[in-house]
């Protein structure tokens, strides 16, 4: 069956650490793949997303993302966490050229950050 | 540029109230989509249209319907809801088969009491 995990519900850094949030997906071929960022009270933002081609993504606000097919896994990654970055993060999985539409989601991983 | 605009924001029913959610873009995009975010489950897909014209279920459609009114519009009607339909529903869209992401709206927090 096709799938998402986010194995961290939570994670707590302090400002100025890094972060990697993990992701991995079952799926029968390579899919689309995608983080979003969900602000308290706001709908999700896309943040990256990979198609094909280079496994290392850059998204918005300094992240990046590397897809890794032996693992089936598209973490997120951030060099140096800002206070502001503290929000719910989510991991998504499309089906490529199939004609459908829908996107399978993760439950989310929130994180705190500490000033 | 306004994207995808939920209302009502908020929302309290009682058990077998019906209401309708509206849900429109300005994108031109072809395909929009309903999700309700309940805690720890993620976001699920209710009903969804790849197209104008055409829509179908998702993972949760049970107790909900859609009207795809034009282009720009999807709204999403409870008909008799009830206390588990409480969530926070989103509405979103994109461009053909969504190969470029979904834009999502701000959400309608609806309660059912």
């Known amino acids: 069956a096709q799938s998402v995990t986010q194995p961290d519900i939570h994670i707590t850094v302090s400002e100025g650490a890094s972060l990697e949030l993990r992701c991995n997906y079952s799926?029968?071929?390579?899919?689309?793949l995608f983080w979003y960022v969900q602000s308290p009270g706001q709908g999700l933002q896309l943040l990256l997303k990979?198609?094909?081609?280079?496994?290392l993504v850059q998204g918005i606000k300094g992240f990046e993302a590397e897809f890794k097919r032996s693992q089936s896994s598209f973490n997120l990654r951030k060099p140096s966490v800002h206070w502001s970055d503290a929000a719910e993060y989510f991991c998504?999985?499309?089906?490529?050229?199939?004609?459908?539409?829908?996107?399978?989601f993760g439950t989310g991983t929130r994180l705190k950050v500490l000033a | 540029n306004a994207g995808v605009t939920q209302t009502p924001k908020f929302q309290v029913l009682k058990t077998g109230q019906s209401m309708t959610l509206q849900c429109a873009q300005d994108?031109?995009?072809?395909?929009m989509y309903w999700y309700r975010q309940d805690p720890g489950m993620g976001l699920r897909l209710i009903y969804y249209?790849?197209?104008?014209?055409?829509?179908d279920k998702g993972e949760v459609p049970n107790g909900y319907n859609v009207s795809r009114l034009n282009k720009r519009e999807f709204s999403l009607r409870l008909e008799s809801a009830a206390p588990s339909q409480t969530s926070v529903y989103f509405c979103?869209?994109?461009?053909?088969?969504?190969?470029?992401?979904?834009?999502f709206g701000s959400g309608t927090r609806l309660t059912v009491v």
């Open positions: 979103a869209s994109s461009e053909a088969a969504g190969a470029k992401g979904y834009t």
């Open positions: 249209s790849a197209s104008e014209g055409t829509t």
């Open positions: 799926y029968g071929a390579t899919p689309y």
């Open positions: 998504a999985v499309g089906p490529p050229n199939s004609g459908t539409y829908k996107y399978i």
């Open positions: 994108m031109n995009h072809n395909s």
């Open positions: 990979y198609f094909s081609g280079d496994t």
